[in-house]
């Protein structure tokens, strides 16, 4: 059974600090996604990581993907406070369609 | 374009009624799934479609069921609802499954008392 942890579940920087979190997976998958949610919200998709090594950047925030550790890592750059949200990593679990959603990471960026 | 569309946004049940959420989307989507959201314990697949006609269970499919007749519609059906199915449940729909990101819609707080 796929299982997907992320760490840290809750984070409270500064603005203009940066900060990587991360997102461990159990099984075998090419593919991973990662997700915004603000409070009261619907999720917004950040990235699609299809292959080991992919990397891919948005503003201030960078994702990348390590199929071989099962890991990928979510990077934060020069923090603000727009990006105070709930972030999730989802896996699919191999050969299915099933997405499986770790249980996100509230960050809080303070001024 | 409307994208992911849910109704009602929110419902109370009282114990043992029934009800169904709707969920429609207008991207032509073959992939539609259905997610419920407890704090803290992130989404849990309820149950899932690769296309009108096909569906199959998630992680957590007990007390639910669905139908995909058409292309557009996924509504999942809440049989004999319990304190346990108090959630906010979400409805996605992607292009091509796994490969593409999920549409969310906005959701359905749930309430069973």
């Known amino acids: 059974e796929l299982k997907v942890e992320q760490n840290p579940l809750f984070l409270s920087m500064q603005e203009g600090k940066n900060y990587t979190i991360y997102c461990n997976y159990s099984?075998?998958?090419?593919?991973l996604y990662w997700y915004r949610q603000d409070p009261g919200k619907s999720l917004e998709s950040l990235f699609v990581?299809?292959?080991?090594?992919a990397v891919k950047q948005e503003g201030r925030l960078m994702a990348s993907l390590d199929t071989k550790a099962r890991l990928s890592t979510l990077h934060i750059t020069a923090a603000v406070h727009d990006l105070s949200a709930t972030y999730f990593c989802?896996?699919?679990?191999?050969?299915?369609?099933?997405?499986?959603f770790g249980k996100g990471m509230k960050l809080t960026v303070n001024p | 374009n409307a994208g992911v569309t849910q109704t009602p946004k929110f419902r109370i049940l009282k114990i043992g009624q029934s009800m169904t959420l709707q969920c429609t989307q207008d991207?032509?989507?073959?992939?539609m799934y259905w997610y419920r959201q407890d704090p803290g314990m992130g989404l849990k697949l309820i149950y899932y479609?690769?296309?009108?006609?096909?569906?199959d269970k998630g992680e957590v499919p007990n007390g639910y069921n669905v139908s995909r007749s058409t292309t557009e519609d996924f509504p999942l059906r809440l049989e004999l609802a319990a304190p346990s199915q108090t959630s906010v449940y979400f409805c996605?729909?992607?292009?091509?499954?796994?490969?593409?990101?999920?549409?969310f819609g906005n959701g359905t707080r749930l309430t069973v008392t």
């Open positions: 996605a729909s992607s292009y091509r499954g796994g490969s593409s990101p999920l549409h």
């Open positions: 099984t075998t998958s090419d593919r």
């Open positions: 990581l299809l292959s080991n090594g």
């Open positions: 989802a896996v699919s679990q191999g050969g299915s369609e099933k997405l499986v």
């Open positions: 991207m032509n989507h073959n992939y």
């Open positions: 479609s690769v296309g009108a006609g096909i569906t």
